[in-house]
């Protein structure tokens, strides 16, 4: 018998609840390999971004040491 403010959970009640959590991590189960294929390809995106960015950085710095070593190249010969 439950306590007057208990309350009473029947094995059904608890077999029923683990059988919906059964379906419920079957269906989570089946969305994993295409999140995984998803997060792989976010990566990948993520990878050539940063390349470009660090090629365009290494581009401006070059830029900038030549045009700063012309600069001063002009000016000593200049004035």
Known sequence: MAEENG????QT???ETLMQLKTEVAILND???SEIEKT???IA???SRIRKLERM???????AAAGGSAITSFISNNF
């Open 40 to 42: 792989d390809r976010e």
């Open 7 to 10: 309350v009473r959970i029947t």
């Open 31 to 33: 969305k994993i390999p």
């Open 13 to 15: 009640v608890i077999y």
């Open 57 to 63: 950085i290494w581009i401006a710095s070059g830029a």
């Open 45 to 47: 995106d993520h990878e």
